[in-house]
């Protein structure tokens, strides 16, 4: 089972943009989901996760208070609302699910999440 990104692409700076996250086959809707991001020539980063149930989410503080995560899992997506963006967003974003079902904690580091899709590339040009 894996995951599939869309959205993304060349933005400007201070504009929006909405990422989404299904799987290929299969569900998550039992697992938590995470956003991460990796920019040229540094290392991947976590940027924001949602619990299975869609109750509770934890930022990263770089993007706090300009995007927001949700899900529906009724449609079996989850989202990444992107505003105010800043070229420093510039990056490859990833969805994930978490490698346990149910957890209750939300998790940043990434061995902790064992499916990824194949990542799409957000632009932000200044």
């Known amino acids: 089972v894996q995951l599939q990104a869309f959205g993304g692409g060349l933005v400007q700076a201070g504009g929006s943009t909405r990422l989404s996250c299904a799987p290929s086959?299969?569900?998550?809707?039992?697992?938590?989901m995470a956003w991460f991001r990796q920019a040229p020539g540094r290392e991947r980063e976590f940027v924001v996760a949602?619990?299975?149930?869609?109750?509770?989410?934890y930022y990263a503080d770089s993007v706090k208070g300009r995007f927001t995560i949700s899900r529906d899992n009724a449609k079996n997506t989850v989202y990444l609302e992107m505003n105010s963006l800043k070229p420093e967003d510039t990056a490859v974003y990833y969805c994930a699910a978490d490698r346990n079902m149910y957890r209750s904690t939300m998790e940043r580091s990434i061995p902790e999440y064992h499916y990824w899709g194949q990542g799409t590339l957000v632009t932000v040009s200044s």
């Open positions: 086959g299969g569900t998550f809707s039992r697992r938590n």
């Open positions: 949602i619990s299975w149930a869609g109750g509770n989410t």
